[in-house]
Structures are given as C-alpha cells and as structure tokens.
C-alpha cells in the first residue's frame, strides 16, 4: 500500500487534472481543445485509479492496471476519431467553434 502522505499527493495531482480538464471543457468552444479538455479529465481519473491499486503487502493489483492501459488504448481511438471529425467540419464548414457549428444545424 502506498505510504499515506503519498497517496494524498496522487489524489491531490488527479483531483488537480480532473479540475483543469473540467474548466477547460466549459470554459472553450474550440473543437479541438474539448477533446483536449475531455482527455484531461480522463487522465485525473486514470491516475485516480492507478493510485487506489496499491495492495497492502506492497504490491501493485495488475488488474487495476490492464483497465487503465485498456482504457488509455480506447481514449486515443476516440480521441483520433473526435479529431478526424474536427478537421472534417473545417474543411466542409469553415470553422472549428461548437457554437457556430450549432447554429448551422438549426
């Protein structure tokens, strides 16, 4: 088990990443910086995670640790195919912003 002083630097640093990625993802209407923003937030989970997978005889749980790698393998499938998605509404649209973006719709 990690020392306890330890632990709470992990906690403090995913809490840190889970506030950043949440004010940067209300804070922007760019396209891509959302999908910065959303992969910020998934990041402060993940070290959340990794932090709590800490055994008391000092080991580490593996299992804790193949969800977050599957996990960070499938949020650089989405994260390419948001991005893909935002590269194609400039090309066809001419602008990145989600606002400007929702206005065509309507």
Do not use: Q
């Not at 922007?28 to 995670?49: C, P, S, Y």
């Not at 932090?51 to 949020?75: E, Q, Y």
Request: glycine share 8%; proline share 3%; with cysteine.
């Amino acid at each position: 088990m990690l020392p306890l002083n330890l632990l709470w630097w992990y906690l403090g640093a995913a809490a840190a990443l889970y506030v950043i990625g949440l004010y940067a993802l209300v804070s922007t209407r760019n396209m891509i910086k959302t999908v910065i923003a959303i992969e910020i937030l998934i990041d402060g989970a993940h070290l959340n995670f990794v932090a709590f997978a800490a055994t008391p005889i000092g080991g580490v749980d593996p299992i804790a640790h193949s969800i977050v790698v599957t996990s960070i393998i499938i949020g650089g499938c989405i994260a390419a195919i948001a991005l893909s998605l935002a590269i194609n509404a400039y090309k066809h649209y001419g602008t990145i912003d989600i606002k400007k973006l929702r206005r065509l719709r309507e």
